[in-house]
């Protein structure tokens, strides 16, 4: 889609925020570092969300030299896994900055998930804070970052409500000791047995400093071991529900 009917289709909504972002983006004299477009649930009746021509816009401003975005939230924005491959290919760009990437309360399935893994394998990815809280991306989804976490310099991790069971809870905690990871959030989800036990065999190897797990389906007992093995460890561990 070209630069000028993009413009001009904000323009036409009245969205002129999304268009004079992306506009100072561009400027010689930008000196952003943030870029905040996600929106406050407690608040979102005021504020429109931005759609997928906004994540265009968005992502044309990644691609611009003098972009400097290090930290871009795009929370609670009704984002789809279409949209997010359309942000994976602007996080591929030489010109792309990002460290921080906030993207909870979305529509996120595994298969945008496939599109962050790709950036992720990119030579020039410096994503080190991931929050897809509040997402679909299911067991795929988890199975995709697992693989992720064993190349990608990711530091914070955050996969809570995300439909994830067993299959893929396991996977993440078997790429642990070949991770960088320091924080992980994975409550409110569906975590039992087969999971745990696999993090009782990792978690010392593991570079956590946080772990929350709690609200899930873990057997009392193995609540138990984790938590004991997070303190001999020194990390701090939130699993009793």
């Given at each position: 889609m070209e630069t000028n009917n993009l413009v001009r289709y904000l323009e036409q909504t009245g969205d002129k925020t999304i268009k004079d972002l992306v506009a100072a983006?561009?400027?010689?004299?930008?000196?952003f570092s943030r870029l905040n477009l996600g929106i406050?649930?407690?608040?979102?009746?005021?504020?429109r969300k931005i759609g997928t021509l906004g994540l265009l816009a968005v992502c044309e401003a990644l691609h611009h030299p003098r972009n400097n975005i290090r930290d871009l939230n795009l929370s609670c924005n009704a984002l789809e896994s279409e949209d997010i491959l359309e942000l994976s290919e602007a996080l591929k760009n030489p010109n792309s900055k990002v460290e921080e990437l906030y993207l909870g309360n979305n529509q996120v399935t595994h298969l945008g998930i496939a599109g962050l893994h790709e950036a992720f394998q990119s030579p020039i990815n410096k994503i080190t804070h991931l929050d897809l809280e509040s997402n679909k991306i299911g067991n795929l989804g988890a199975q995709y970052l697992a693989e992720a976490l064993e190349f990608a310099s990711l530091?914070?991790?955050?996969?809570?409500?995300?439909d994830i069971s067993d299959e893929g809870a396991a996977e993440i905690a078997r790429s642990l000791p070949n991770s960088a990871l320091k924080c992980l959030y994975l409550h409110f989800n569906k975590v039992g047995s087969r999971a745990s036990g696999v993090f009782i065999s990792t978690i010392q190897?593991?570079?956590?400093?946080?772990?929350?797990?709690?609200?899930?389906?873990i057997p009392h007992r193995d609540q138990k071991i984790i938590s004991s093995l997070c303190g001999i460890k020194g990390t701090k561990c939130l699993i009793f529900s």
């Open positions: 983006l561009k400027l010689p004299t930008n000196n406050d649930p407690l608040i979102k009746e005021f504020k530091k914070v991790l955050n996969l809570a409500n995300n190897e593991s570079s956590l400093d946080y772990l929350r797990i709690d609200n899930n389906r």
